[in-house]
């Protein structure tokens, strides 16, 4: 306000960093369920995924898109969720704090807020909380290559508690049995025992579990219902008005190869 401005105490505002990410770069920020280890256990998740857990979770991320300025895309996976910003965003003076803090903030209240639509019988027992991280990428290379780094991570942990969880609740071994078993084992041979011993081929896998929820807007046709003001034989009728919109919409698809970038050249704009 006006008085601080002015009074004798407003030099502490020196005090404070620049924290300006670097201009024209991507910046990217990162969250992280904390505890969600325990969160998962105390709130009985389906083992090894949860579809309401990834739902909601990606009911906030596009809650953030849609309320937060200049995100253009946004990937998640398991507990977490990255969003990154325009190249050329201004927002905030591009200031790495008010960033991470509005992204955590409005995606925890969200998590709060939309629980009960996707835990109907799940009470939510404490506050849950997502730590951030504001990372810069210099060109579109290394843009790529982090989300590319971060879907390797969902399709390595995937295959992993798919045959895990699947040792232990289908063939009966204990946590630390499972583990042992699956110790030294590569890619094929997780495949191997699914596609053996459970019948289960991972190529069958759901692609949201594989491949994690891409975000990006798309143009969406939205009809909506509304009295309008008209001639007075027909007054008071509905009439359905639609619009074009754009949303971001989930896909489940593969960011690693280039078909993606090249379907979508306008994320890189
Ligand atoms: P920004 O997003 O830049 O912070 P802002 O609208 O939040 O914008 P602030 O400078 O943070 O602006 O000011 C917060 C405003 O919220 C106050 O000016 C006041 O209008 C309102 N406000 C906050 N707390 C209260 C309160 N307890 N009672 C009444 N009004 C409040
Ligand atoms: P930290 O606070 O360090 O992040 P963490 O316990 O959250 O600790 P993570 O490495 O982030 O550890 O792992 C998140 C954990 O949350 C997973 O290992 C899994 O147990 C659980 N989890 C998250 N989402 C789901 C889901 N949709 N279904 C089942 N389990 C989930
Ligand atoms: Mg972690
Ligand atoms: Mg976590
Ligand atoms: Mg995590
Ligand atoms: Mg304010």
Not at 184 to 189: E, Q, R
Request: with cysteine; charged share 25%; aromatic share 14%.
């Amino acid at each position: 306000g006006v008085t601080m401005a002015k009074s004798k105490f407003a030099y502490v505002r020196d005090f404070e960093t620049d924290d300006t990410c670097l201009p024209h770069c991507w910046v990217v920020v990162r969250l992280d369920g904390r505890s969600f280890h325990r969160f998962a256990e105390r709130h009985n998740f389906a083992k090894p995924n949860d579809k309401r857990a990834l739902h909601l979770m990606t009911r906030c991320a596009q809650t953030v898109m849609e309320e937060l300025e200049d995100i253009v895309l946004a990937y998640g996976q398991s507990d977490e969720y990255s969003f990154v910003f325009r190249r050329k965003s201004n927002w905030f003076k591009r200031r790495a704090s008010k960033f991470m803090t509005l992204v955590a903030s409005q995606f925890a209240s969200s998590y709060v807020f939309y629980w009960p639509e996707y835990f109907e019988d799940q009470p939510l027992l404490y506050p849950p909380g997502f730590d951030g991280r504001v990372v810069v990428y210099p060109n579109n290379q290394t843009l790529k290559d982090y989300l590319s780094w971060r879907q390797v991570d969902c399709h390595i942990n995937n295959l992993y508690n798919t045959v895990f969880w699947a040792l232990v609740q289908q063939a009966g071994l204990t946590p630390v049995q499972a583990q042992e078993r699956l110790k030294g084992t590569v890619a094929a041979d997780k495949q191997e025992i699914l596609f053996s011993e459970f019948n289960i081929n991972y190529n069958n896998e759901p692609l949201m579990y594989k491949k994690g929820t891409v975000l990006i807007w798309q143009k969406v046709e939205e009809v909506t219902t509304k009295e309008v003001k008209l001639p007075a034989e027909i007054e008071g009728q509905k009439m359905k008005l639609s619009q074009v919109r754009a949303r971001p919409l989930a896909l489940h698809c593969d960011i690693i190869g280039d078909a993606f970038w090249k379907e979508h050249p306008e994320i890189l704009e």
